[in-house]
């Protein structure tokens, strides 16, 4: 899971979130339209019903006035082909509506046209023929079925009025107004119908009196008051023409009827009466068709307002829907592009920075000030990095360099010390005098070195040399003061002073070397005696056969203090059994763990408690006491001691 | 090292206060008397009683020191006891320095 992985996620959810909402939202704004749109073809359809509802009422009229005046009334011959055109274009609209139960009434509707029509066909036949009987028998029978085919028509109203409901407020006033006129129609027709039965047939059957129309007229005054006030809330100038169609039945129709009455009473004027009263007929049918005319154009532009506001509301949404996406898309390229981007470059950069790899890349910029500081610090890392790195790397190299030249100067070091312990003679016998060594440098190179080697006349010279500190510089004083005195002893003659030697040597050591301290006795093998100079080296021990011993010399300045230095030469006996140790400080300069000094004293008491030792037991002695005092390993001097004896 | 000084007139009294003086601080005690020389100090006294040990890296800074001070001047040592005292006798070290069992007697006898 990463932060591209869980943004893409999240995002992703988000936006079908608002996919749905807006896909919501927009098709209840679609249905809005769509029912605004569908609304406009009910309207038509019941405006076209309200036609052919009207149109039966009147030509039930038309038929009775027909038959009542046969050939001397006015004959229309599109009765009832209006009402079933009416009711064909009802029931064509209703089809088209999505609503189930509207096409079904649709249907029922349409099933009327073609027998209605039929019925049509035969009456205007019948009409033509002039036959009187035989238009009576028809229209008889065509009022009959007029009558239930209105009747079916007017439940198919209110069945239409229970599915559709009543949306608004000025739908309702539609409504009430056009029942107003159903009503009213139905009234004023039925009027004109039992009227013409009566004339036609000379006798009233329903005998009726100016009072009585007078009294119908109050009550539909009062009536008309009810539906007034409440037309008045949807429309003033129907409210006007309704009034107009009200005051004209009473002030006009009603006064006509009741002229047609009171002349058929008096036998005289039937005639122009009856053409008044079937003139302010027609006058209020042509009042009707006005005020339907009126309330379907109020209600088609009542509709069509509406669907127009629901268009406008359908294009907004539309239109803040792609303006949403369109944020949304572009929150989403910035966020891809501005941080999600950077981060994994981010990511990659922090990784090569783990890995190591420290190439610089190019510069880029950044639109966030938050991303352009972390890569900026992330540049400050690599830099510092890669110093760190190249600091490492000289610092890798610089080492090897001094391992190396560690290397060449300890191999240097080791050659010189091969070269130095080269000078020391092993351990053997010479002429009669057997030489036994132990040596411990402390580091590679000594400052100590001796010698032993036959002279002429069965002499046999010994030196030792003792070169103030060690290491390197003392080692090659070491080695030129081990050539200087074996080349001094060397030249001695029999009769030579040894002293005298050593006082050359001195005189000849060059100032500016260091000084060192040094031994050098030659022992005669034929005379059983030694003689030995001490150049500030330690006092040798001479251990006799009897087991005494004796520290020989008083002491005198190591080689190359004073130039003109005196050195005392001191004779000694040595004879078979004797064992004379010469030996460097360092034999008894080392310090215990308590930097407690071994001291010369300890050495020659040592020396004492072992005299009835071999010499070999004694030099493995030598190192035990060594070790116990400081440890070998921890020498802080060069240690030699050679053990010279009379064989 | 450690150490202390004091003038008397023309002599430096120089004050080892070292238990030991050997391979690891003997180029400092050549240092400080070589140092003291090249100052113009040609009458110096090395007290030497608290030191216990010396070996031969001291005392080669000790014959660098006299070497370094010529004929005409004075490193006097005093105090030397035990083995330190064993080493100047062995080495006859009475023959390049002047030796004196205090400082107060080489004081004495330098300002003479």
């Known amino acids: 899971m990463n932060i591209r992985i869980t943004l893409a996620i999240l995002l992703s959810i988000f936006g079908m979130m608002l996919l749905i909402i807006i896909w919501y939202q927009s098709s209840a704004t679609y249905r809005h339209y769509q029912l605004s749109t569908e609304q406009i073809i009910i309207d038509q359809a019941r405006n076209d019903l309200l036609s052919a509802i009207i149109g039966l ?20 011959d599109d009765f009832l082909y209006q009402s079933a055109d009416a009711m064909r274009r009802t029931s064509e609209a209703l089809s088209d509506v999505g609503n189930a139960k509207l096409q079904e009434l649709g249907a029922a509707i349409g099933r009327d046209v073609a027998p209605l029509s039929l019925y049509a066909d035969e009456l205007t036949t019948v009409i033509a023929s002039g036959n009187t009987d035989a238009i009576l028998a028809q229209s008889s029978t065509a009022l009959d079925r007029i009558d239930l085919a209105k009747q079916r028509l007017l439940k198919i109203r209110q069945a239409i009025l229970l599915e559709v409901g009543i949306t608004d407020r000025t739908i309702g006033g539609v409504h009430m107004i056009r029942s107003y006129i159903v009503t009213v129609n139905d009234a004023l027709q039925l009027d004109r119908l039992l009227t013409s039965r009566e004339l036609e047939g000379g006798t009233f059957l ?176 690599r830099v510092t990095a890669g110093r760190r790195e190249r600091l490492t790397r000289e610092q890798l190299l610089l080492h090897a360099q001094i391992a190396e030249a560690h290397r060449r100067l300890q191999s240097d070091m080791n050659a010189a010390a091969k070269v130095q312990l080269a000078q020391m003679p092993p351990p053997g016998d010479v002429d009669q005098i057997r030489f036994s060594t132990f040596f411990a440098p402390a580091n590679v ?55 005298d030697a050593i006082k050359k040597l001195n005189a ?140 | 090292m450690k150490f202390s000084q004091e003038r008397r007139g023309t002599v430096l009294l120089l004050e080892i206060g070292e238990a030991r003086l050997e391979a690891i601080n003997a180029p400092e005690l050549r240092e400080l008397l070589i140092g003291r020389i090249e100052n113009g100090d040609h009458q110096i006294v090395l007290d030497l009683k608290l030191v216990n040990f010396m070996d031969s890296s001291a005392l080669g800074a000790l014959i660098g020191a006299i070497k370094k001070m010529g004929p005409l001047g004075t490193l006097a040592l005093a105090g030397a006891t035990g083995p330190v005292l064993q080493l100047l006798k062995l080495t006859r070290m009475d023959k390049v320095f002047p030796l004196y069992a205090s400082a107060a007697a080489a004081l004495t006898k330098l300002e003479e």
């Open chain 1, 445 to 499: 190179l000594a400052g100590d070195t001796f010698d032993y080697f036959a002279l002429s006349e069965g002499r046999v010279g010994l030196l030792q040399v003792d070169v103030a500190g060690h290491g390197a510089a003392a080692g090659l004083v070491s080695v030129a003061a081990h050539l200087g005195s074996r080349r001094a002893l060397r030249s001695l003659k029999a009769e030579g002073r040894l002293a």
């Open chain 1, 206 to 381: 329903q005998p009726q009196t100016i009072q009585q129309i007078e009294d119908r007229s109050r009550a539909l005054q009062v009536s008309d008051r009810v539906y007034m006030d409440l037309v008045t809330l949807f429309d003033e100038r129907i409210v006007f023409k309704l009034s107009g169609l009200s005051s004209f039945l009473q002030n006009t129709y009603l006064p006509a009827k009741a002229e047609l009455l009171r002349a058929l009473a008096g036998g005289r004027g039937v005639g122009a009466a009856k053409l008044v009263w079937i003139a302010a007929g027609d006058e209020a049918v042509g009042l009707i068709n006005g005020i339907q005319t009126s309330v379907f154009d109020r209600s088609q532009a009542y509709l069509a307002q509406q669907q127009a506001s629901a268009v406008l509301a359908l294009k907004s949404l539309i239109g803040l829907s792609v303006g949403v996406l369109l944020i949304f898309a572009l929150s989403l390229y910035i966020i891809e592009k501005h941080i999600v981007s950077p981060l994994e470059q981010m990511r990659l950069i922090m990784m090569d920075l783990v890995n190591g790899k420290l190439e610089p890349r190019g510069r880029e910029k950044f639109w966030l000030q938050d991303i352009r500081t972390i890569f900026d610090a992330l540049r400050v890392f």
């Open chain 1, 508 to 647: 000849y050591w060059n100032p500016e070397m260091t000084y060192f301290t040094l031994v050098a006795v030659q022992f005669d093998t034929n005379d059983g005696c030694g003689r030995m100079v001490q150049a500030g080296h330690p006092h040798p021990v001479l251990m006799r056969r009897d087991g005494s011993i004796t520290r020989l010399g008083n002491g005198g300045l190591p080689i190359g203090v004073m130039p003109d230095a005196e050195f005392e030469e001191i004779d000694f006996p040595f004879e078979v059994g004797d064992k004379l140790f010469v030996f460097s400080d360092g034999i008894y300069e080392n310090s215990n763990e308590n930097r407690e000094i071994y001291t010369e004293e300890r050495f020659i008491q040592f020396l004492a408690e072992n005299v009835a030792c071999s010499t070999e037991e004694l030099l493995h002695k030598v190192r035990g006491t060594l070790d116990a005092w400081s440890g070998v390993a921890n020498l802080s001097d060069d240690v030699s001691l050679v053990v010279a004896e009379r064989f």
């Open chain 1, 57 to 76: 009422q009147n030509d039930q009229a038309q038929i009775a006035l027909i038959v009542s005046s046969a050939g001397s009334g006015p004959v229309s």
